[in-house]
């Protein structure tokens, strides 16, 4: 799912030595999302201070040749006024340590901020955290969350590059890359259920969808792209539309699967796996909501 307009107005271009070529390191060209990262990033500004322009953290993700893929955000505490801007360096590592316990396979991939602002405290930043990621190009990811007049909500992402003949660390050039969301299927529930809520006139959700309904919504889903295949290979075979060998292959290989998985239990395991999701989905928002009311009491 594009999260922005791909760009090709500037293009990076690394040493021509073979031997520089193998040993520099490569970058990116594609950035990917998961909705985790993203929606940690909006609940941090959701619980900004008035005081704060905007806030920033730490990305944390896994890299491939020149994709990077940003699984998941944590907070770092940061001032930031027309003087100076301090960030807690401490703070940032020993988040760091922690979350690489659990998941140390996610590496510091660069650092979010929110609004579109980028100026010499974003290039200092950026050289923080280039310094992080030790030979790998930093990345920016700048979340416009759409609440200033004039400016529509967005995700872009950007790498670095040095700017002067003495380039200073205040000192560089933020170049767009692409930047597209990545969910699991596990996730497109809830994810579905987002969208629908945004589009609808009131833009509130009373409650979750049933599993039920979502089975059946699912169910419905799969029956409407059937009948557009079915569709397509009856216009094909009567000769009204010209059939297309990579659409067929993909078709005989899709169609033509095994059954087995179906037969030793594959259907059921998926579906436990979904009935488990949504319980604990539904306790999260029970504790939620009995964490909600005891502050309301506490502050009567």
């Given at each position: ?13 690394g040493p021509s030595t073979s031997d520089a070529l ?175 809520t945004g589009n609808s006139s009131t833009s509130t ?74 319980y604990l989905a539904n306790l999260v928002r029970a ?14």
């Amino acid at each position: 799912m594009p999260l922005g307009p791909p760009s090709s107005a500037l293009n990076i271009q690394g040493p021509s030595t073979s031997d520089a070529l193998q040993n520099a390191p490569r970058t990116p060209t594609h950035i990917t999302i998961h909705p985790v990262a993203l929606f940690s990033i909006l609940d941090h500004y959701l619980r900004r201070t008035d005081s704060q322009p905007r806030v920033i953290g730490t990305l944390l993700g896994t890299r491939h040749e020149n994709e990077v893929e940003v699984r998941s955000s944590f907070a770092v505490l940061h001032s930031e006024t027309d003087e100076q801007v301090a960030v807690d360096m401490d703070y940032h590592r020993t988040m760091y340590e922690l979350h690489h316990k659990v998941h140390p396979k996610e590496v510091i991939v660069g650092w979010y901020s929110t609004g579109s602002n980028l100026n010499t405290y974003s290039a200092l930043i950026q050289n923080f955290y280039s310094q992080e990621t030790v030979n790998h190009p930093a990345i920016h990811v700048s979340v416009n969350t759409g609440v200033e007049e004039g400016q529509e909500a967005g995700v872009k992402a950007y790498v670095s590059s040095p700017v002067g003949t003495a380039p200073k660390p205040e000192n560089c050039v933020f170049i767009p890359v692409p930047v597209e969301l990545r969910f699991h299927d596990a996730e497109r529930s809830g994810l579905d259920l987002l969208l629908s809520t945004g589009n609808s006139s009131t833009s509130t959700s009373s409650q979750p969808v049933a599993d039920l309904e979502i089975i059946e919504r699912s169910i419905m889903a799969v029956s409407d792209m059937l009948d557009r295949v079915l569709a397509y290979v009856r216009d094909v075979l009567l000769g009204q539309r010209k059939g297309d060998p990579a659409i067929g292959r993909y078709l005989m290989d899709t169609l033509g699967a095994s059954t087995d998985d179906l037969e030793k239990g594959g259907f059921n395991a998926a579906l436990q796996d979904t009935l488990m999701i949504s319980y604990l989905a539904n306790l999260v928002r029970a504790q939620a909501e009995v964490s909600s009311r005891l502050a309301l009491t506490a502050a009567a």
